[in-house]
């Protein structure tokens, strides 16, 4: 019995939306954590607040392949 061929899910266009979507994530927290970091040297500001970002940035991308997943399960759910 021949399994029906399945689109890949990852394409050059969602690893581009992804890219803009998680660096725009990262610029943003880096932003708010830099404000946050309880020190004044200004290299440990940038290097807590960039550590801080990369952790919550992966975790969006998390986040934005769970949503992928769940999304294209409930379409083919309702064909």
Partial sequence: MAQPE?????T??????D???VGG???LMFSL???HVPSNDPKMITLWAALA???ISG???LAIQMFRVVYRAQKEAGK
């Fill in 6 to 10: 399945k689109k890949s899910a990852v």
């Fill in 12 to 17: 050059p266009v969602s690893l581009i939306v």
């Fill in 19 to 21: 890219a803009i979507l």
């Fill in 25 to 27: 994530f990262f610029v």
């Fill in 33 to 35: 954590f830099r404000i």
């Fill in 53 to 55: 970002a990369a952790c």
């Fill in 59 to 61: 975790v969006f991308w």
